[in-house]
């Protein structure tokens, strides 16, 4: 079995992965609070955990992935009053709109959403067993949790008791015995849904549920925690204080892997900041192979500006490879086994793509690598396929069965029927009418939009070099009846799609 590497947050550096049991991956993802529809911070966090789950498998691993629903919040009660329906009819719906997109995107769901509501008596008994090992107190129908009880509380966060006593503050009608402490159980506030409990009607609160299913359904020392880097702190360490005080076990989980921010104009998007953009709106200006693509362009851990200009990236690197995959799935090989001098240096080539693609995705999931080698490969296919034509049967086989590979690891679907923001084929249709207009020569085969803007691009500058203004603005404004807008800046053109 091959080796993953990956950066493990509480060990702060990149750690080779050893599982519990070998031969089996075990994570814990946490997941949506239905409050409201979700954000594309969440599409890339499913995306990422979706794409890691994939690399563990196609390395021989069997892999059970689990990721919560909080149905019960304060938000999600607020909401429903709002909304004029009960809480849990309002968890239910944005659950339900949640899964709808997550399908639509392609991504495979884990194997269990559980939900808190379902896991009541669970948590009560872990309550009861952190009050029993002294990590707990009750408070007039409240129950906290200790923090100076956790001799390790902030290990995974590397934050010091003292400093974080300095922002804590006991909010009025908190019951707490210490500012650092927080509630594993509220007591009931009247009209709001409550649960029987040792210490009256209440409900738990929001970190309990996720230490408690993790355990339950993936034992004690699972081996991968995962969620939003926004939840390192207090989430996670929360999560870290109360299970190890329930099995008075450590550790906990063996890592834990954590998803960069999603910006908006280089703000962290947040329901809570109001900058959000919502998976469903983003689905209907881009494919979900465009979306992938975007989100696996940039590592899982670093941060992610969603802006047109990136997506517009990301669709012209998609159409390149749709183009290619439709020519290749297009020729019809010979039928021999025999090869040309050029296919046998192909073949060579191909293959040791393909060893580089799968260490690429075992160190630290570097999915940006992972598409280099996608484009180095095609790139090379398309160039022998100029030069002769077809390939023979047994390199198309091969080279067939490492491209089906690749986006069946990254999770494409149909790559090469990708729908783009405008019609890729009536573009370049009207883009080469064009050209001739210009007295542009467009090579004949897969010359996609990026290709052919390029080359007004060129054309352009090299009017405005002779000082042609009058051709070069006839360039650009015959191109924005394209709906393509150029944009000069420090010397350099670049251009982006207008929708129509
Ligand atoms: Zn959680």
Same mark, same amino acid.
């Given at each position: 079995?091959?080796?993953?590497?990956?950066?493990?947050?509480?060990?702060?550096?990149?750690?080779?992965?050893?599982?519990?049991?070998?031969?089996?991956?075990?994570?814990?993802?946490?997941?949506?609070?239905?409050?409201?529809?979700?954000?594309?911070?969440?599409?890339?966090?499913?995306?990422?955990?979706?794409?890691?789950?994939?690399?563990?498998?196609?390395?021989?691993?069997?892999?059970?992935?689990?990721?919560?629903?909080?149905?019960?919040?304060?938000?999600?009660?607020?909401?429903?009053?709002?909304?004029?329906?009960?809480?849990?009819?309002?968890?239910?719906?944005?659950?339900?709109?949640?899964?709808?997109?997550?399908?639509?995107?392609?991504?495979?769901?884990?194997?269990?959403?559980?939900?808190?509501?379902?896991?009541?008596?669970?948590?009560?008994?872990?309550?009861?067993?952190?009050?029993?090992?002294?990590?707990?107190?009750?408070?007039?129908?409240?129950?906290?949790?200790?923090?100076?009880?956790?001799?390790?509380?902030?290990?995974?966060?590397?934050?010091?008791?003292?400093?974080?006593?300095?922002?804590?503050?006991?909010?009025?009608?908190?019951?707490?015995?210490?500012?650092?402490?927080?509630?594993?159980?509220?007591?009931?506030?009247?009209?709001?849904?409550?649960?029987?409990?040792?210490?009256?009607?209440?409900?738990? *609160? =929001?970190?309990?549920?996720?230490? +408690?299913?993790?355990? #339950?359904?993936? @034992? %004690?020392? &699972?081996? /991968?925690?995962?969620?939003?880097?926004?939840?390192?702190?207090?989430?996670?360490?929360?999560?870290?204080?109360?299970?190890?005080?329930?099995?008075?076990?450590?550790?906990?989980?063996?890592?834990?892997?954590?998803? *960069? =921010?999603?910006?908006?104009?280089? +703000?962290?998007?947040? #329901?809570?900041? @109001? %900058?959000? &953009?919502? /998976?469903?709106?983003?689905?209907?200006?881009?494919?979900?192979?465009?979306?992938?693509?975007?989100?696996?362009?940039?590592?899982?851990?670093?941060?992610?500006?969603?802006?047109?200009?990136?997506?517009?990236?990301?669709?012209?690197?998609?159409?390149?490879?749709?183009?290619?995959?439709?020519?290749?799935?297009?020729?019809?090989?010979?039928?021999?086994?025999?090869?040309?001098?050029?296919?046998?240096?192909?073949?060579?080539?191909?293959?040791?793509?393909?060893?580089?693609?799968?260490?690429?995705?075992?160190?630290?999931?570097?999915?940006?690598?992972?598409?280099?080698?996608?484009?180095?490969?095609?790139?090379?296919?398309?160039?022998?396929?100029?030069?002769?034509?077809?390939?023979?049967?047994?390199?198309?086989?091969?080279?067939?069965?490492?491209?089906?590979?690749?986006?069946?690891?990254?999770?494409?679907?149909?790559?090469?029927?990708?729908?783009?923001?405008?019609?890729?084929?009536?573009?370049?249709?009207?883009?080469?009418?064009?050209?001739?207009?210009?007295?542009?020569?467009?090579?004949?085969?897969?010359?996609?939009?990026?290709?052919?803007?390029?080359?007004?691009?060129?054309?352009?500058?090299?009017?405005?070099?002779?000082?042609?203004?009058?051709?070069?603005?006839?360039?650009?404004?015959?191109?924005?009846?394209?709906?393509?807008?150029?944009?000069?800046?420090?010397?350099?053109?670049?251009?982006?799609?207008?929708?129509?």
């Amino acid at each position: 079995m091959n080796t993953i590497y990956f950066h493990d947050t509480m060990q702060g550096k990149k750690v080779e992965f050893v599982p519990r049991i070998p031969g089996e991956m075990s994570m814990y993802v946490c997941g949506l609070t239905t409050s409201n529809d979700s954000h594309v911070g969440h599409a890339r966090t499913a995306i990422v955990f979706d794409v890691i789950r994939r690399i563990f498998r196609k390395n021989g691993y069997n892999v059970t992935y689990i990721s919560n629903f909080t149905d019960i919040d304060d938000k999600i009660i607020q909401k429903s009053h709002e909304e004029n329906i009960t809480p849990k009819e309002l968890a239910e719906k944005y659950m339900h709109r949640y899964i709808d997109v997550i399908q639509k995107m392609h991504i495979s769901e884990p194997d269990m959403y559980p939900k808190v509501t379902d896991h009541i008596p669970e948590i009560v008994t872990a309550i009861e067993t952190l009050i029993e090992n002294g990590y707990a107190y009750e408070s007039s129908g409240d129950v906290y949790f200790h923090v100076r009880k956790s001799e390790e509380y902030g290990k995974l966060s590397k934050r010091k008791l003292d400093d974080l006593l300095s922002g804590a503050r006991i909010v009025p009608g908190e019951k707490k015995k210490d500012p650092l402490d927080f509630a594993l159980w509220k007591e009931a506030k009247p009209g709001e849904p409550s649960w029987d409990s040792p210490w009256g009607k209440g409900r738990p *609160g =929001w970190h309990i549920e996720c230490s +408690v299913m993790a355990l #339950k359904y993936l @034992g %004690n020392h &699972f081996d /991968i925690h995962g969620g939003g880097q926004d939840l390192i702190f207090p989430h996670h360490e929360n999560e870290i204080a109360q299970a190890e005080g329930i099995t008075c076990e450590k550790p906990f989980c063996r890592y834990w892997i954590h998803t *960069g =921010w999603v910006t908006l104009d280089k +703000v962290k998007m947040s #329901k809570s900041i @109001g %900058n959000v &953009f919502r /998976i469903k709106d983003a689905l209907q200006q881009y494919h979900p192979n465009v979306l992938r693509y975007f989100f696996l362009a940039t590592l899982y851990s670093s941060p992610l500006e969603f802006n047109v200009e990136a997506l517009q990236r990301a669709e012209k690197n998609v159409e390149r490879i749709a183009i290619s995959m439709r020519r290749f799935k297009t020729i019809v090989p010979r039928k021999t086994t025999e090869r040309t001098e050029i296919e046998n240096q192909l073949e060579e080539f191909c293959v040791t793509n393909h060893e580089e693609f799968h260490s690429q995705l075992r160190d630290n999931f570097n999915t940006p690598a992972a598409f280099g080698s996608i484009h180095l490969t095609l790139r090379e296919l398309n160039r022998i396929l100029d030069v002769q034509g077809t390939i023979s049967a047994a390199v198309y086989e091969k080279i067939h069965l490492y491209l089906t590979e690749y986006f069946e690891t990254l999770g494409f679907v149909d790559i090469e029927n990708t729908t783009f923001l405008y019609d890729t084929e009536e573009l370049v249709e009207s883009l080469t009418n064009l050209a001739m207009l210009f007295e542009l020569t467009i090579p004949e085969d897969q010359a996609s939009v990026d290709d052919i803007v390029s080359l007004f691009i060129e054309k352009r500058a090299h009017a405005r070099k002779n000082k042609d203004f009058a051709l070069s603005d006839k360039i650009r404004d015959k191109l924005q009846e394209c709906n393509i807008i150029l944009e000069d800046s420090l010397g350099k053109t670049s251009y982006r799609l207008e929708k129509q």
